[in-house]
C-alpha cells in the first residue's frame, strides 16, 4: 500500500516475523494536507526489516529443500558421475548440481612464498592508503551505496 493516501488510515506496517520489535501503527496522510516524514521513515525502515525477515526464513526453505537432493547427488557422484546434477524433467535450465571444494596442504617452501606475498601485498595496500592521504592519488571513481541492518 502506498504511504501516500487520500483518507487517513491506520496500517500495519510489518507482517508476522520475529523482527525483534512490535511494528507500529502510522498515520499517513495526503501529502496536501499534512505528512509526517518521521513516520514516513518509520515505516519504510519497518517494512525492509520484514522484507529482511522474510529473505532469511526464504533462504532457510531453500537450504532446506536443496540438502534433499543431497543423497541423491552423491549416489551419482558415487557412479563415477565428475559433476552431478538433476535436473527438471520439462525445465532444464532448472537444476541442482553438487559442487566440491578442496582445500590442500603445501610444503613449507610454498607456504612461506605466500607469507611473503601476503607482507608485500600489505606494504603495497599501506603504500596506496599513504599515496591517497597525501593527494598523490587520483580519483577514477566513487560509488555509493545503502547498506540496511535490521
Same mark, same amino acid.
Given at each position: 500500500?502506498?504511504?501516500?493516501?487520500?483518507?487517513?488510515s491506520?496500517?500495519?506496517?510489518?507482517?508476522?516475523?520475529?523482527?525483534?520489535?512490535?511494528p507500529?501503527?502510522?498515520?499517513?496522510?495526503?501529502?496536501?494536507?499534512?505528512?509526517d516524514?518521521?513516520?514516513?521513515?518509520?515505516?519504510?525502515?519497518?517494512?525492509?526489516?520484514?522484507?529482511?525477515?522474510?529473505?532469511?526464513?526464504?533462504?532457510?526453505?531453500?537450504?532446506?529443500l536443496?540438502?534433499?537432493?543431497?543423497?541423491?547427488?552423491?549416489?551419482?557422484?558415487?557412479?563415477?558421475?565428475?559433476n552431478?546434477?538433476?535436473?527438471?524433467?520439462?525445465?532444464?535450465?532448472?537444476?541442482?548440481?553438487l559442487?566440491?571444494?578442496?582445500?590442500?596442504?603445501?610444503?613449507e617452501?610454498?607456504?612461506?612464498?605466500?607469507?611473503?606475498?601476503?607482507?608485500?601485498?600489505?606494504?603495497?595496500?599501506?603504500?596506496?592508503?599513504?599515496?591517497?592521504?597525501? $593527494?598523490?592519488?587520483?580519483?577514477?571513481?566513487?560509488?555509493?551505496?545503502?547498506?540496511?541492518? $535490521?
Open positions: 500500500m502506498s504511504t501516500r493516501q487520500s483518507t487517513t491506520t496500517e500495519k506496517a510489518a507482517s508476522n516475523f520475529n523482527l525483534g520489535f512490535v507500529s501503527e502510522r498515520k499517513i496522510y495526503d501529502g496536501t494536507k499534512q505528512f516524514p518521521i513516520a514516513d521513515q518509520d515505516m519504510r525502515l519497518e517494512e525492509l526489516a520484514s522484507l529482511a525477515a522474510t529473505k532469511k526464513k526464504i533462504t532457510e526453505q531453500e537450504n532446506v536443496k540438502d534433499s537432493f543431497l543423497p541423491l547427488l552423491l549416489a551419482e557422484l558415487d557412479d563415477n558421475e565428475e552431478p546434477k538433476i535436473r527438471h524433467s520439462v525445465y532444464h535450465k532448472v537444476l541442482v548440481a559442487t566440491t571444494r578442496s582445500t590442500y596442504k603445501f610444503s617452501e610454498l607456504t612461506n612464498k605466500r607469507v611473503e606475498l601476503d607482507k608485500a601485498l600489505a606494504d603495497l595496500k599501506a603504500e596506496e592508503k599513504k599515496a591517497i592521504r597525501h $593527494g598523490d592519488a587520483t580519483l577514477v571513481q566513487s560509488t555509493r551505496s545503502i547498506r540496511f541492518t $535490521g
